[in-house]
Nanobody, 115 residues
Framework: QVQLVESGGGLVQPGGSLTLSCAAS????????MGWYRQAPRKQRELVAL???????NHADPVKGRFTISRDNTKNTVYLQMNSLKPEDTAVYYC?????????WGQGTQVTVSS
């Protein structure tokens, strides 16, 4: 059974930084793509960033230049380094991973940006 476990969320002041981690386990097939999505209150879930197994990345426009996605295939883990955080970044952040077996989601971790 595939499990994705996020960590690293919390409360941070505007302009601050956080690093999210998502550790995957139980997968038979390697993940072709891993990524992060977020959902703010009363809004739809939206893509934040994706990374392929080869390291090709795609960051959504609102986070370009501030967030960086990376992964360690040996640890089956994907990271999201978030800098220059803004109040509008406040959301539940979800890890996502896809392979031949399907698409999987983590349980989410809350990120709150507030003074």
């Amino acid at each position: 059974q595939v499990q994705l476990v996020e960590s690293g969320g919390g409360l941070v002041q505007p302009g601050g930084s956080l690093t999210l981690s998502c550790a995957a386990s139980g997968n038979i097939y390697p993940f072709n793509v891993m990524g992060w999505y977020r959902q703010a209150p009363r809004k739809q879930r939206e893509l934040v960033a994706l990374i392929t197994s080869g390291g090709i990345t795609n960051h959504a426009d609102p986070v370009k230049g501030r967030f960086t996605i990376s992964r360690d295939n040996t640890k089956n883990t994907v990271y999201l380094q978030m800098n220059s955080l803004k109040p509008e970044d406040t959301a539940v952040y979800y890890c996502n991973a896809g392979n031949q077996g399907g698409t999987y989601w983590g349980q989410g971790t809350q990120v709150t940006v507030s003074s």
